[in-house]
């Protein structure tokens, strides 16, 4: 759950003023230019429009999302860039929905009254391997519609999910209301995502829309008339309960299966037929299996049955009666198989036991009669449940065999005879080489399969010997002797048909229901088709897809395997909404056909129906359907059609001329991968047809939702609104750009979409903070070296993004121009000690609002207008990127990886030693490095580098094996005491050639390491928080680092200096700048001193402005109390050409400049000079405010005598401050502050606000020194003297008392030495622990007076009330 939701209410609230800027300015419509140009700069992309029985999902805001990003691109481009949207409601579904609504509604009422049941959750059918098929990227495993129902059995469930309540359900049963109220929601939640569409061309389809009507009916005449569409009988996808075709959209799962082809192989049962079979006899009985591999039938042994699976024996048209399962005559009584269409005339229903030992009659076998035995694992959802046995090519059927054969007592069981089983043997029919001639015998054996439940072997035996049997066997049998299998299939096939002893039979490849809920068949149809199977088209088809691009090659392949097959397409249809067949009006056109080249409508649809989706208003042109004619479109899209004769305005048909030929064709189609095998390949076609060839098309995979599949019934799903209002449009386009480019899955992760608002907020409001401090930001010559790398960074981003958006591959288009973009902004500010350049900055925004601009559009157009641009983003050009220096860029690579390996190495420095005793201390932070780096690798890397380059160079950019590079290797002698180590160099060499390319062969950096190191010097010192850092050439170090050290790859040695502590203490008031304990060093500088104190104190942003003092009078001086205004009294500057000195045995620090050497003492002053703001800052308890204009005080004050004359030393900020928080202090005119002073000029304590008068009260209270009085310093105090010798117990309550504890306390053990280090550490008092337990202890009465003695004189104060008028200047 979030927390809050500022930042999303943020950039909705963008998103809606940028969506009323572009709608009020018009700046997706786009018309085709008035004069005619033979230079096109155009675009027109296209989606296919989704289909409205719901609310549009992610899963289209995915797809259509590419279109969105190409379109944004384009347009930076420079082109005149379309993007049209049209909704699509052809076909069976709405009007399916709508029947459903009403039968439901007759049935249980309005609104309806369910029954109660149960919810019966769907197994999913366990997946048989039948047959190995080669796997498909581009097919969907999963229907589109198979999950849009969620878990509702009910329609009226169904809508009531999507929010609707039952007075809006109930007009729901008339389709044409799903027309009217679905169309706009789709236009309003893709408005509310921002895509460019041209929304004056969108329309919906079927006969409601007059106009596109009118197109889709001379398409089809179109056409006919060009021979591409016939008549007749032919296989297809059949729903016996709606009476027609079933294809791809009216289906409810099954999206995508076609028809499969077996071959029905007749097995002539013998007499004496089985005892439940009798009443047959004198009838021509068959078991019928159908077998996708009809070559194998040569070596039959026998068939399968399963005994407790139920069949049926029919009569076919023919007389004969077949024995089958029930599922698959259904299907064959729509083949043709039975006198009456759908009718199977069911002799008797036998069960597989009543069948099994009957003798069979089979063909092509060498056995005269086989018969039928059991098996176990037969599945009825595929083929008829009779199977033909090939025991030599099957591993089902050998494993099956043998279990049978081994087996007594399961013959028995079944009352198989041993005259049955015992004499087959398996029969060599095919050649397979690796596995002989008895390839299941032989794989069954070697996988150690025992029997046919071992299922899992069995699947990857078949694995093994179907696909190569069929690429790579040889037929063994007379008269097929020496033919490859695949090369006699249909043959063989053939004879068997021609000979009566089998036949062709189809059915789906896997389940099809229909969206009525039937499960569909094979049917043998007479409808009207498209005939795809046409060679000359088909080639048309080819020569497209040669110069189609794909952006993918899988898709490329998909395509052409789809070429290869695709037959006949049933493009009609008697029940759901549409067009009429022009011709045959009792026919509507299915959905899959009228949606093929709608693309070319786009481009006169606003001039005809003027945005109105239903084509129901009036015309901008005011031309009526009716005068649409075959010949007034054929003016519009063929160049050669002559003028027809209409009365339309001659000027208004060629305007629509106009718009179609500048137009057409397609840039870019883009889809999801499931479209593949049908639309997109129609689409193709079609487009050959009318003579426009697309030029590409974008095939995207599905996508995730959080890793898992989109559902509704598992409640893993998002409307593309829900989504909006949940991420913000940008934030959702973000993780759609994110999600994936290629045909696999992509996956939409939500935590990706919260970090986009997160990541997109930061940016919009580090632009706001750059724009308000830009002052701030460092102007002169932008010449610095990471200057120089940004730049560079900068231009290889935006032609690393330009080519990412031009493949469509927005994933990484958003990795380089954002993610890698920021990223090198980000690497820039921290590597540029020196601050950032405010024309680098500014440029990098730019850049940035631009290559981010396709796939956010509205905080792009946002920050555009912040950087102060008149014209709107739509209208601005892609940036032009300057020159890369590669080299430069890979040597802040290596600096950074420099720095990450220092990091490591320090980390490892600093661990403790191991140590057997367990008493590890860990090593004390080091304070300099030197880093080593080499000009050259060492001897023997020199020579393996040699090597590899001289093979590399002769062996065309390749390196020979590492055998052989190893024997040429060790035949040099000056490598035979390296060769443990050569040889894993030459891997990391091989590896390194595979990433980086053949630079990790050079024998020298192609930069200067040391140079580039030395440059960021500070940087690297800082980021190591480390004094100093030299970089020396590895030739100047020991053998053991020559050794280590190679180009690239410097070699580091952390040490720690002797440094002595000093405090450096900021006397300014109210700036928030401590007192901080610095380490001072040997040979230190101002400059070093400044950085370490940085380090420690991070409120110094500007090293720059920090003034670095010293005390005049080092002893005293630390004393004297700061007077406001005057913090540089009494001290002196350290210069930048001082040196420090230390003295680590008697702790001292000495400074020396211009021959003069001066003790420090433990003080330094430092004064930071940029602090200009009205800036409240709280300390302790007491707020002080800086006055932002310069101002004159007159100050009053009036002082109450202290009430103790002992001086008091000054109060350091890391103190703990009591009462009023503050300092207190005075001045006698020398600095030294006094309580006797009597006059001069006392500090000011508060600062108050302008035009007001204030009076401070300030109590300051002694702190600091010895104890006031020693131990035996008892006469000081009588009383208290007196108390501690009679009644110690006495003075110690009462110690407790002021003290501020319970005066219980004292009844505690250890209560009195815990008070003594209490009071000491309260007063900043000298000692130490152990001290303190001896007095308590030894001297317990003595040292109760002591502390009472102390807490009386520390507690008592001095107060000083201080009025200040403030007058501004």
């Excluded at 029969?427 to 299922?455: F, H, R």
């Excluded at 493009?571 to 009228?594: A, K, M, N, V």
């Excluded at 080499?934 to 062996?955: C, F």
Aim: charge should be neutral.
């Amino acid at each position: 759950e979030r927390k809050g939701t500022a930042k999303l209410d943020f950039l909705r609230k963008i998103e809606k003023e940028i969506q009323q800027k572009w709608e009020k300015e018009k700046a997706f419509e786009c018309d085709a230019p008035v004069a005619e140009t033979q230079n096109k700069n155009k675009y027109l992309v296209t989606f296919p429009y989704p289909y409205m029985n719901g609310r549009l999902h992610l899963g289209h805001t995915f797809c259509l999302s590419k279109c969105e990003f190409a379109m944004g691109y384009q347009r930076l481009k420079g082109k005149q860039c379309l993007f049209p949207f049209g909704l699509h409601c052809t076909g069976m579904p709405i009007k399916a929905c709508a029947d459903k609504l009403k039968r439901e509604m007759e049935l249980y009422g309005n609104p309806p009254q369910f029954p109660d049941e149960d919810e019966e959750e769907a197994e999913e059918k366990p997946k048989t391997v039948d047959e190995i098929i080669i796997k498909d990227k581009a097919k969907g495993k999963k229907s589109k519609a198979a999950a849009k129902a969620g878990g509702s059995k009910f329609q009226w469930d169904i809508m009531k999910s999507l929010g609707l309540t039952d007075k809006e359900i109930e007009k729901f049963a008339d389709a044409e209301h799903w027309l009217d109220y679905f169309p706009p929601l789709a236009v309003e939640d893709l408005k509310n995502m921002g895509v460019k569409v041209d929304w004056r061309r969108s329309f919906i389809t079927t006969d409601v829309n007059p106009f596109y009507d009118s197109f889709v009916r001379w398409q089809f005449v179109t056409l006919k008339e060009r021979k591409k569409i016939k008549f007749g009988k032919r296989y297809t996808i059949y729903s016996p309960k709606d009476g027609q075709p079933c294809m791809d959209h009216d289906r409810q799962t099954g999206e995508g299966v076609g028809p499969q082809e077996y071959t029905l192989i007749k097995m002539k049962m013998l007499e004496p037929y089985p005892a439940k079979l009798s009443a047959l006899k004198g009838k021509n009985v068959f078991l019928v299996a159908a077998t996708l591999r009809p070559e194998t039938m040569f070596g039959q042994t026998n068939c399968w049955a399963r005994p407790d699976m139920k069949y049926i024996a029919f009569e076919t048209a023919s007389g004969d009666v077949f024995i089958c399962t029930q599922r698959s005559a259904r299907n064959m009584s729509y083949q043709g198989f039975t006198k009456e269409n759908g009718v199977v005339p069911v002799v008797m229903q036998i069960m597989g036991q009543d069948i099994l030992g009957c003798g069979l009659s089979a063909p092509l076998t060498s056995y005269k009669t086989i018969y039928a035995l059991p098996m176990l694992t037969i599945k009825e959802d595929k083929g008829t449940g009779v199977v033909t046995s090939v025991p030599s090519d099957a591993p089902d059927d050998i494993a099956a065999l043998r279990d049978i054969k081994k087996k007594q007592a399961l013959r028995e069981k079944y009352g198989i005879k041993d005259h049955m089983v015992l004499p087959f043997e398996p029969v060599p029919i095919i050649e397979i080489p690796g596995y002989g001639n008895l390839s299941a015998p032989l794989v069954c054996d070697e996988l150690k399969i025992q029997s046919q439940n071992d299922k899992e072997k069995l699947a990857e035996a078949k694995e093994k010997v179907y696909l190569k049997g069929f690429y790579e066997g040889i037929m063994l049998v007379d008269g097929f002797k020496g033919k490859k299998v695949q090369d006699v299939k249909k043959p063989i096939q053939k004879m068997m048909v021609d000979k009566g002893e089998a036949l062709i039979y189809m059915e789906p490849e896997k389940q099809v229901m229909s969206r009525s809920a039937d499960e569909c068949v094979v049917a043998l149809c007479d409808q009207w088709y498209l005939d795809y199977g046409d060679k000359e088209w088909k080639q048309q088809a080819m020569n497209v897809l040669e110069s189609l691009e794909t952006f993918c090659d899988e898709t490329r392949k998909n395509f052409e395997a789809t070429l290869a097959w695709l037959q006949e397409h049933a493009c009609s249809r008697t029940y759901g909404l549409g067009t009429r067949l022009p011709w045959d009006e009792q026919w509507l056109i299915e959905s899959l056909s009228d949606s093929t080249i709608y693309m070319a409508y786009y481009t006169v649809a606003h001039l005809l129906q003027g945005g109105v989706l239903n084509g129901q208003g009036p015309s901008p042109l005011g031309i009526r359907p009716e005068q649409m004619t075959k010949e007034v479109w054929d003016y519009i899209f063929f160049k050669t059609a002559p003028l027809p004769k209409t009365t339309i305005p001659e000027q208004h048909l060629q305007k629509l001329r106009r718009e179609f030929e500048y137009w057409y064709p397609v840039d870019a189609r883009v889809s999801g991968k499931d479209l593949v095998p049908n639309h997109l390949s129609y689409y193709l076609y079609n487009h050959v047809a009318i003579g426009k060839w697309p030029k590409a098309v974008r095939a995207n995979g599905h996508l995730l939702l959080n890793s898992e599949k989109m559902s509704k019934s598992t409640g893993n799903f998002l409307t593309l609104t829900q989504a909006v209002t949940k991420f913000s449009a940008d934030g959702m386009r973000l993780a759609l750009a994110d999600a994936g480019d290629t045909v696999e899955d992509a996956n939409f992760v939500e935590a990706m979409a919260d970090a986009g608002i997160l990541r997109l907020y930061t940016w919009v409001e580090w632009v706001k903070e750059m724009i308000a401090n830009q002052n701030n930001l460092r102007t002169g010559p932008a010449d610095t070296f990471n200057d120089r790398v940004f730049t560079s960074e900068m231009n290889s981003g935006i032609i690393k993004t330009e080519q990412h958006y031009e493949k469509m591959m927005y994933k990484e288009a958003l990795k380089s121009g954002f993610f890698e973009f920021q990223a090198a902004k980000d690497k820039y500010r921290e590597l540029a000690i020196e601050g950032m350049h405010r024309d680098l900055v500014f440029q990098f925004i730019e850049n940035q609002t631009l290559l981010l601009a396709p796939i956010c559009p509205h905080l792009c157009e946002y920050t555009w207008t912040l950087l102060g641009k008149t014209n709107s983003l739509m209208k601005a050009s892609w940036p032009v990127a300057g020159p890369v220096d590669e080299i430069l860029i890979r040597s802040s690579q290596y600096l950074m990886e420099t720095a990450h390996d220092l990091r490591l190495r320090l980390k490892a420095y600093m661990q403790p030693p191991k140590n057997k005793k367990g008493d590890n201390k860990p090593t004390a932070k080091p304070s300099h490095c030197t880093i080593y780096v080499a000009k050259s690798y060492p001897p023997w890397q020199h020579s393996a580098l040699s090597l590899l380059g001289k093979h590399y160079k002769n062996n065309n950019k390749t390196l020979p094996d590492n055998k052989v590079i190893a024997m040429e290797l060790g035949a040099m002698p000056e490598l035979k005491k390296y060769m443990k180590r050569v040889m894993p160099f030459v891997a990391m060499i091989k590896d390194n050639l595979e990433k980086n390319g053949p630079r990790v062969l050079d024998l020298e950096l192609e930069f200067d390491e040391r140079a580039v190191l030395l440059e960021n010097i500070v940087y690297l010192t800082n980021s190591l928080e480390l004094d100093q850092i030299d970089v020396l050439f590895a030739s100047e170090a020991d053998d053991k680092v020559k050794e280590d050290c190679c180009p690239g790859k410097p070699f580091s040695v952390f040490r720690s200096e002797p440094g002595v502590s000093v405090s450096l203490l900021n006397p300014q008031p109210c700036n928030g700048l401590f007192t901080t304990r610095i380490e001072i060093r040997q040979g230190d500088s101002k400059d070093s001193i400044i950085r370490r104190l940085s380090k420690m104190n991070r409120g110094i942003k500007d090293l720059s402005k920090v003034k670095l003092m010293r005390f005049e009078d080092p002893l005293l001086g630390p004393r004297r109390v700061p007077v406001l205004g005057k913090e540089e009294q009494g001290k002196l500057p350290v210069s930048e050409k001082s040196v420090f000195h230390i003295n680590v045995e008697d702790k001292k620090v000495h400074l020396s400049d211009n021959g003069l050497k001066v003790d420090i003492g433990d003080t330094l002053i430092y004064l930071v000079h940029y602090l200009k703001k009205h800036t409240p800052v709280t300390m302790g308890k007491l707020t002080h405010a800086f006055p932002s204009a310069p101002c004159q005080s007159e100050e009053f004050v009036t002082r109450r005598r202290p009430n103790s004359q002992h001086d008091l030393p000054l109060l350091s900020s890391e103190h703990n401050m009591e009462d009023s928080g503050g300092r207190a202090a005075g001045d006698n005119g020398e600095g030294n502050w006094s309580p006797h002073s009597d006059g001069g000029e006392l500090p000011v304590l508060t600062q108050p606000g302008l035009g007001v008068t204030t009076t401070t009260v300030t109590t300051i209270t002694q702190t600091g020194g010895d104890w006031s009085t020693g131990l035996f310093e008892v006469c000081s105090d009588s009383s208290t003297c007196l108390m501690g010798a009679f009644v110690p117990c006495c003075l110690d309550l009462s110690l407790a008392h002021q003290y501020g504890e319970c005066l219980c306390l004292p009844l505690l053990p250890g209560s009195t030495f815990a008070m003594r280090v209490g009071v000491r550490e309260r007063f900043k008092i000298r000692g130490n622990v152990c001290e303190d337990w001896a007095t308590v202890y030894f001297c317990y009465p003595l040292a109760l007076c002591q502390m009472i003695r102390e807490m009386k004189k520390r507690l008592k104060s001095q107060t000083y009330s201080v009025s200040t008028a403030l007058e501004c200047s």
